[in-house]
């Protein structure tokens, strides 16, 4: 009993003993909260207000009032003065194709005379360019020579077969003809008139025997005479007849077998020429050895005439590499147009691009001036009519010449381009002019 009670009581202590921490921290936790109080604020001294400082006031000057704009009236003719002859000078170069540079450079502004050297090009590839075509050129040439030959000769060789064709067509043709109109006839009646006198002939030794006979009957002195003369006249007699028989079977050859193969022979000739005729023309029309050949030479021979030019075309870029003032004026650099004069974009050294501007000149006395007339007025003025141009910077009046008048109408008006040429007076494209027409 006294075990469990004292079992109890430890049980007590120990769970008093883990409750203590729990009592210290909410001890802490009322104190925190007083802490975070805020304290009374304490009156502190009166705050002063900021100070303003005033700036001067500035007195606006009264504005000056604005000059008055002439306004222009109606009746008005003004243009802007324009350069009337310019001339762009350009790097003109038709064969050449390398690289090109500038040499030299004339001054912007400098005044030239015609002739005198603008710029100066240097073409460093010029010289090989030349050699090689002058060797294409060369070989060229020899190329068309051969070709040529070899045309020639096949030209003539061509014509020769067709010339011996032809010929042999007539002579075979030629001879038939013969044949058929005097050989045939007299080849048969010569045969035949050897027959006949071969007849004929035996005819006469049958006389010449029986005349013989009777001379030699009953004559006994000549017994031996008698027989000689007569045994050989009727030996040749025997021969002729012979003869006669073996002639009349030559000549039954001759017209059944000789005269038809002769006929079909002449006939033959003249088929196998005009076959053989015929060949060569058919094979000349699908044989293009000749035909190509031509095309080979006349290719060849547009060749030739290129490489001449190129040639030409190079020895004149040669010239072409001195750029010269076409007439007197003003030189600049680069184009005229817009072009300031005071300054230069291309410098010696430079790359220079085929058929590009490399300098300019303008004529600094000759003008032009283009005005919008009224139509009503415009029909009064013609080319060549006289006109006054008043240029007033430079309260100058100068002398004008129609040059040319527009075809057609713009807002009832009609351009008039009037040309000026200034005396001692240096003008400037850009001016105003002010352009009157006398009155008619």
Known sequence: MERLIRLVFLSFGMAAL???????????????????????????????????????????????????????????????????TTCDVKAELKAYSGKLLLKSLIEPGTPVK??????????????????????SLESIEQSYASLKAENERAAKSDKLKLDRAKHSLKTTEDNLDKWNKEERVDKIRSAEMNIERLRHSIEDQKDELAQLDKLYEGNELA??????????????????EESLVLRERSHKRFLDYDIPKTDKDKAYAVDSAMQTLQKILDDRKEDKTLVTLKIRLNRTAVSVRKAKEKLDDLQKDMDNLTLKAPFDGIAVVGKVAGNPGTSAKL??????????????????????????????????????AKAQVKVAAFDLTLPGTVKARALTAKADKVAVVIEVRGKEQILFPGLSGKVTFPEE
């Open 18 to 84: 883990l409750m203590l921490p729990c009592a210290c921290a909410n001890g802490a936790n009322k104190n925190s909260g007083a802490a975070d109080k805020p304290a009374a604020e304490k009156p502190g001294p009166e705050e002063t207000p900021p100070v303003v400082e005033e700036k001067p006031v500035v007195k606006k000057k009264p504005a000056e009032k604005a000059k008055p704009v002439e306004k222009k009236k109606p009746g008005d003719l003004s243009g802007i003065l324009a350069l009337a």
């Open 114 to 135: 015609k002739g005198d050297v603008l710029a100066l090009l240097e073409a460093p590839d010029m010289d090989d360019t030349l050699k090689e075509a002058g060797n």
């Open 223 to 240: 017994k031996e005479s008698q027989d000689i003369v007569l045994k050989r006249a009727r030996r040749n007699l025997k021969r002729s």
């Open 347 to 384: 410098k010696v050294g430079d790359k220079i691009a085929k058929g590009s501007v490399v300098a300019g000149v303008f004529d600094p006395a000759l003008f032009t001036v283009t005005v919008q007339v009224p139509a009503k007025k415009a029909v009064t003025i013609n080319k060549g």
